[in-house]
């Protein structure tokens, strides 16, 4: 996916100069910290086609796998960066070891348990995995496939998520709280449909809230937001579609829809589903 050079984009404001002098805004530096971010999400980027090598896998269950990991996620109280980056070394994980059916849920476990000392102050033990399996797997098993997880993937675990990108975009967006809620549950949701592997974490934020925005009633995409995205509006339309239609699939039953359909979320899945259901849409247009 081809970026908006900056030089086409005009007109566009220096949001970051009012932070200029805070050290915890890092202003000065911020440019350089999200185009470094964007050159290292192509290097973590998994196979989209690794199921295609795995015999025992299906796409199918490597999305029960994701929906069961975002309960568990939910139920330890973790931060979202931990679910993306847990997601993001499973895929990646498959991408190179031919796995097992039995060993799938393992992969998971291990995968969440990695992501949480990574992003986490203070990160379940391992016996709370073990817990939250039922015992399926003993300290061992999971510390033995912590080494061997790591070593496939070389240790590298920098992968800036979603969630990284839309806190940039936000400003942008004046921190709107509604359209930030809606775009984060419109994030989740492809963590759960293989068929957004090949899109950058960066796009699809963007697309996630531009998407939000045009549910809520705010059709623009300003210049603004393109350039704090990186993405202009035609360019977020392929994500932006198959949002739409994966939205149009029922999806009540998943954890991620029960999860965004409370107050803490704003009722944001209600809110995505009812706007389906009343808008019926086909191809999202640009202005």
Same mark, same amino acid.
């Given at each position: ?8 984009? @005009? &007109? ?8 200029? /002098?805070?050290? @915890? $805004? +890092?202003?000065?530096? %911020? ?66 070891? /031919?796995?097992?059916?039995? *060993? @799938?849920?393992?992969?998971? +476990?291990?995968? @969440? ?21 039922? &015992? ?19 240790? *590298? ?24 809620? +809606? ?39 300003? %210049? ?41 979320? $704003? ?16 191809? +999202?247009?640009?202005?």
């Amino acid at each position: 996916m081809k970026r908006p050079k900056r030089e086409e984009l @005009l &007109g566009w404001d220096d949001l970051d100069a009012e932070d200029e /002098g805070d050290p @915890l $805004m +890092v202003s000065e530096y %911020v440019a350089d910290i999200f185009n470094y971010m964007q050159t290292l999400e192509n290097e973590t980027m998994p196979d989209p086609r690794y199921m295609e090598t795995q015999r025992e896998l299906a796409w199918k269950m490597r999305s029960v796998l994701v929906d069961w990991l975002a309960e568990v996620h939910n139920k330890f109280k973790l931060l979202p960066e931990t679910l993306f980056l847990a997601v993001n070394l499973i895929d990646r994980f498959l991408s190179s070891r /031919g796995v097992s059916l039995v *060993k @799938l849920q393992l992969v998971g +476990v291990t995968a @969440l348990f990695i992501a949480a000392k990574y992003e986490e102050v203070m990160a379940p033990s391992v016996q709370n995995f073990i817990y939250m399996t039922d &015992g399926g797997f003993t300290d061992k098993e999971i510390l033995k496939a912590e080494r061997y997880m790591l070593q496939a993937l070389s240790f *590298k675990l920098c992968y800036p998520s979603p969630m990284n990108f839309l806190r940039r975009i936000s400003k942008a967006d004046n921190y709107d709280i509604h359209s930030r809620t +809606v775009a984060k549950y419109l994030m989740e949701v492809p963590l759960l449909d293989h068929n957004f592997l090949p899109y950058q974490p960066s796009l699809i934020s963007a697309a996630a809230l531009c998407l939000a925005r045009k549910m809520m009633g705010h059709e623009d995409w300003t %210049v603004n937001l393109a350039h704090y995205s990186g993405y202009t509006e035609p360019q977020l339309l392929p994500c932006m579609e198959l949002m739409v239609e994966v939205l149009k699939k029922p999806s009540e039953d998943t954890f991620i829809f029960k999860k965004y359909s409370t107050k803490r979320f $704003m009722k944001a899945s209600i809110f995505v589903r009812e706007w389906i259901h009343q808008h019926l849409m086909g191809p +999202v247009h640009s202005n």
